[in-house]
């Protein structure tokens, strides 16, 4: 699209998220979306964030502009704050200025704001939006089945902490599948583990009643039936995946990144690695952005995928190396490499590619999904659990490592996961079924698909307020 004058947009929106990449990166690609259905998006990050974390590339795409608010740290971000609790009452504090005075500005310049779209996690934004006038959507970055899972604990629906016999025949919740204590969230299964995080979980849902559309980053096939039920209770609207345009629909041009990363990837050593191994043949190994395994763990994980005796590219960010047993060198022998980051989107699409070991965070599994690729899964901790839940017994794309009473899994385990997706005859049905969400996943976003046709009916309501 090539760049519009003011009088061609139909609406503008403030996108805001909580500062954290996992948190950016599926705003971002939404508010493409919305540029490519000509809505001016003003993406506002917090002063911090926006000079560490530079965004590549965000000029190309025309309609959306970028603007900062101070969250009150602005040299160190929550780092500086040396709390999170802290960190956050002053965020809330600092920032519901920063962005009200941000609004009043771009009236001032002819740029009326019509809807502020936010990250669930920070709900204090909706009550800045209602203060000055304008719309508010709350954009849920988990799966639907997770949202769920925290709403019920929200609302005391479900009894927490859980007893020591609780669950044991099961934990039902509507519209999902029976769930044992350990597939929820570890915020509610180990109730004490992690307060804060816990209570900003369920803080999403506070006042969300009150927000005049909840989008989530998922796609109605994809949980149809949990979707129909949170439809019951808010003006509920699926709008992803937000997986960028190339590798789904390729509508949005050149859109073939997220425009943000904490990390360098190293493209050129993954990908020229990469085209050299035959087909299917390559388990790509990452945990994400900010999960960590204690050097047991890491040892057990560099043997069993030595003894599966396959080729593996494993991603050990430069915090995590010294974690690398002593005789890693000796371990990656010619079949295996280390990156301290990748490209992950061009690995997950690379033929070579046939397997995918995951912490199973959201952003993660929905890639594979949209790429094809069955999953491995070693959740950690958060919503990870519940991912792994659906990966295996829902979709069934994927499986979930066996974990001893110390929560550590074995060399054994990694191998035999690994073999089972990699050769085995249910590996290849679950090579299948993977590829079917593939095809559900770019219909959904295409041209007149279910989230296609959320984000129009988004848009004809800023339309509305627009004129």
């Given at each position: 699209?090539?760049?519009?004058?003011?009088?061609?947009?139909?609406?503008?929106?403030?996108?805001?998220?909580?500062?954290?990449?996992?948190?950016?990166?599926?705003?971002?690609?939404?508010?493409?979306?919305?540029?490519?259905?000509?809505?001016?998006?003003?993406?506002?990050?917090?002063?911090?964030?926006?000079?560490?974390?530079?965004?590549?590339?965000?000029?190309?795409?025309?309609?959306?502009?970028?603007?900062?608010?101070?969250?009150?740290?602005?040299?160190?971000g929550y780092k500086e704050a040396g709390d999170y609790e802290v960190y956050m009452n002053t965020f809330r504090r600092v920032g519901s200025r920063g962005l009200s005075e941000l609004v009043r500005r771009l009236a001032s310049s002819g740029l009326a704001v019509d809807c502020i779209v936010y990250d669930s996690y920070i709900p204090w934004i909706l009550d800045v939006a209602k203060g000055l006038g304008v719309l508010g959507a709350s954009f849920l970055t988990q799966p639907c089945a997770v949202d769920t899972a925290y709403f019920h604990a929200y609302k005391k629906w479900m009894k927490l902490p859980l007893e020591e016999d609780e669950g044991k025949h099961g934990i039902s919740l509507p519209a999902l599948p029976l769930l044992a204590p350990s597939d929820l969230p570890s915020f509610l299964y180990k109730y004490d583990s992690y307060p804060f995080f816990r209570d900003r979980s369920l803080e999403q849902f506070s006042n969300i009643d009150q927000a005049d559309w909840v989008l989530v980053n998922s796609f109605y096939e994809l949980e149809q039936e949990v979707v129909q039920w949170m439809k019951k209770i808010w003006p509920l609207k699926t709008v992803g995946p937000t997986v960028p345009s190339m590798f789904l629909d390729k509508r949005i041009e050149n859109d073939t990144h997220y425009g943000i990363s904490m990390f360098k990837p190293n493209d050129e050593a993954c990908m020229k690695w990469l085209n050299g191994k035959p087909k299917r043949s390559v388990v790509y190994v990452s945990f994400g952005s900010l999960a960590d395994l204690s050097e047991y763990q890491m040892e057990e994980m560099a043997w069993g995928l030595k003894e599966s005796e396959c080729y593996f590219l494993w991603v050990v960010r430069a915090s995590e190396e010294s974690k690398l047993p002593k005789d890693i060198k000796e371990i990656m022998s010619d079949k295996g490499i280390i990156v301290t980051w990748c490209p992950q989107l061009q690995v997950l699409s690379h033929e070579a590619v046939g397997c995918f070991v995951t912490h199973c965070g959201w952003n993660s599994t929905l890639e594979a999904l949209c790429l094809g690729v069955p999953m491995v899964g070693f959740p950690q901790w958060a919503d990870q659990n519940t991912n792994a839940k659906l990966i295996m017994d829902v979709w069934k794309v994927g499986i979930t490592a066996k974990v001893d009473e110390k929560d550590c899994f074995t060399r054994q385990e990694v191998k035999e996961c690994v073999k089972e997706i990699m050769e085995s005859e249910r590996g290849k049905e679950m090579k299948k079924n993977v590829m079917y969400w593939k095809n559900m996943a770019r219909n959904a976003i295409d041209e007149g698909g279910s989230s296609d046709k959320n984000i129009d009916e988004f848009v004809a309501g800023l339309v509305r307020r627009h004129k």
């Open positions: 699209m090539g760049k519009e004058e003011a009088g061609d947009y139909v609406g503008h929106c403030i996108a805001i998220a909580f500062p954290a990449q996992g948190h950016i990166t599926p705003l971002l690609q939404f508010s493409k979306r919305l540029g490519q259905k000509r809505v001016r998006v003003t993406l506002v990050l917090t002063t911090f964030f926006s000079k560490t974390i530079p965004l590549k590339d965000l000029a190309s795409n025309n309609n959306i502009t970028l603007e900062t608010i101070s969250d009150g740290f602005d040299q160190g």
